[in-house]
């Protein structure tokens, strides 16, 4: 079948599912393969549940003369090439975003600030992989003015992939930095794979790029584009420009369009890194023509979620929450914050950096020697990363331990930063805190 057919499919049930198990009534279900399974062994089930087709790419799982299995080449590259041929017939506007740390909140922000005038469709959680992405995009409708499509990426390529697929019309890096080694083999990997955001808006005409003008590295491979800047410090030559206020744990910050009047604004974020996220809004807000008050407005009732710099108080102590994932520059930030903070009683439960590969070992050397300058009260080591490494802090094989810790324990009156890779689990902790 081709693309063109299935779209008309597609206009008329206009919801695809991937999981045999969440099949709302009418939708078209889409039979990926993983490592473990193959999605095709559940076309007829997500029949059965409620989807009004079945797309395959095994003819033994095509019943003849069924019209509800549409059999093609490959399941996912028809995904991709579907919510692309979408994307191109209602051409709305994208904003593509990508990045080492910050991604999320920097695209939250964005929409937030964004939907202050506009109808916005935004990447929901972590939907930003090969599959994902192309999800978000067969969510758009004609009722939407703007897209906010967040990719992210582990290994070369993946970035080049994706926006092939998202065609963006302006894009932000929100920064580089060591992180998913393993697969981009370097620094430099890094660098190269997020600049592939660039590269494609380089062949779009009328592209722009939001860049922040501190990071010399993204200043470094941004040469032929349009670039609309924002940054820190008092420079009057950029779109948005600002600074910290106050950290008390939340930051208050002040900035401004150009060299305009000074705003103010309090906000739910932990983190004074969360100033270039905030920047970054507000810049892609004001080219997109929403006021300055409108951008306060978003950035003062933005509240995190998905265990992404939270601030929980609970009967017992205060939980600084940015366990979804952990780099050595996110680490870095994140324990250079904590120590910022004013708090009598300070704890943290630091989970193992994952995907470094062969510089795994000196960059946790290099997060134990920065948590002994910071003088927490108490440290807590999670996974086997940090076994080789000598130190008086306490170690742990895996959450799990940590649990029965905290449960002979009972840490009390501690301001507590917990933070680590998502697969440590350290988001599990929080409840028994």
Known sequence: MQIEELYNIFRKHPLVTTDSRECPEGSIFFALKGESFNGNQFAAKALEQGCAYAVVDEKAYAPEGDERYILVDDCLSTLQQLAR??????GTRIIGVTGTNGKTTTKELIAAVLSEKYNVLYTQGNFNNHIGVPKTLLRLTPEHDIAVVEMGANHPGEIRTLTSIVEPDCGIITNVGMAHLEG???????????GELYDFLRTREGSVVFIHDDNEHLKGIAQGLTLVRYGTGQRTDLCATGEVMSCTPAINIRWRHGAGEWNEVSTHLIGTYNLANLLAAACIGLYFGVSQE????????YTPSNNRSQLTVTAHNSLVVDAYNANPTSMAAALSNFRDIQA?????IIGAMRELGSQSEAEHQ??????KESAFDTVWLVGDEFAPIECEFRKFHDVDEVKEAIAQQQPQGYYILIKGSNSTRLFQLPPLL
């Not at 041929?85 to 209602?90: E, V």
């Not at 290099?366 to 948590?371: E, V, W």
């Open 85 to 90: 041929h979408h994307r191109r017939t209602l």
């Open 184 to 194: 981009f083999g370097s620094f430099e990997g890094v660098v190269r794979t997020k």
């Open 294 to 301: 409108q951008v306060c407005h978003a950035m003062a009732n």
């Open 344 to 348: 009598t009683r300070k704890m943290v």
């Open 366 to 371: 290099r997060l134990i020697d920065m948590l």
